[in-house]
């Protein structure tokens, strides 16, 4: 389609950069999984019995490395989740684990911000999530590393600290669900296609973040991710 195709601009193509390319990554949808380490559903007080689930951020949500992210609205109680981010080559629908990886570009590490107060008040009242976890930058993530040069990471330290001081500390190995069975069991719900990215889940020792927070955050063979919380935005 051509410019005139449109009755208003085209919005912009939200993208993640690739480490060692010029070239970036095209996002089209980002997924999330809910409660997947043991230690994170045990700190939040959840049934530890109950499997994993899937929620979703808009794309354009995703903030570079070094990005200035303003305060939120609407929250008093702003935390930090860092996740595995995997990126999708290809997909489709019912894919099966064992072939799951072959659906892969490559991964990077990245940040689940959650109004966290909304959270628990939307919770209370049987609602949907999206107004704690779909917001204006939202989602920082890293540089993706492509599988073709670091493999598949299973395995390997993930961590957060803010203002220096390290808040999570986990391993890859820690997951109850596995990037294949990730990706199969959210095929089962979606067809999922080239430009997904799925937010893995996050270990404990999630903690709130103020204005002027210096935050830093990476996995091992993956890469680092660094942001600033800024000011609220006008």
């Known amino acids: 389609m051509s410019v ?3 009755v208003i601009p085209q919005p912009p193509q939200p ?3 690739v480490a060692g390319d010029d070239r970036f990554f095209p996002v089209r949808r980002v997924w999330c999984v809910g409660r997947n380490y043991l230690d994170h559903i045990r700190e939040l007080g ?9 929620f979703a951020k808009h794309a354009d949500m995703i903030d570079a490395n070094g990005a200035v992210i303003p305060y939120p609205p609407l929250t008093q109680n702003l935390h930090h989740e860092v996740e595995l981010i995997v990126a999708m ?14 659906h892969v570009y490559g991964y990077a590490v990245g940040i689940d911000l959650t109004r966290r107060d909304l ?5 209370e009242k049987k609602q949907p999530w999206e107004i704690a976890k779909s917001f204006d930058h939202a989602a920082p ?11 598949h990471p299973s395995k390997g330290h993930i961590w957060l600290a803010v203002n220096g001081r390290e808040t999570q500390s986990g391993d890859l190995a820690q997951m109850i ?4 069975e990730i990706i199969a069991q959210l095929s089962q719900q979606v067809a999922l296609d080239a430009g997904d990215i799925i ?12 204005p002027g927070d210096h935050v830093e955050c990476g996995c091992d063979g993956v890469g680092t991710l660094t942001v600033t919380i800024g000011q609220p935005a006008a």
């Open 141 to 151: 993530c890293s540089a993706l590393q492509p599988a073709a040069k670091i493999g």
């Open 119 to 123: 959270q628990n008040a939307v919770r």
């Open 199 to 210: 937010m893995t889940g996050t270990p404990a020792g999630v903690s709130p973040l103020q």
């Open 89 to 102: 080559k290809s997909g489709g629908l019912r894919i099966p684990a064992d072939t799951a990886l072959d």
């Open 46 to 54: 959840h049934d530890e019995r109950a499997p994993p689930f899937f």
């Open 4 to 6: 005139s195709s449109f």
């Open 15 to 17: 993208v993640i950069a």
């Open 177 to 180: 669900w596995n990037v294949p």
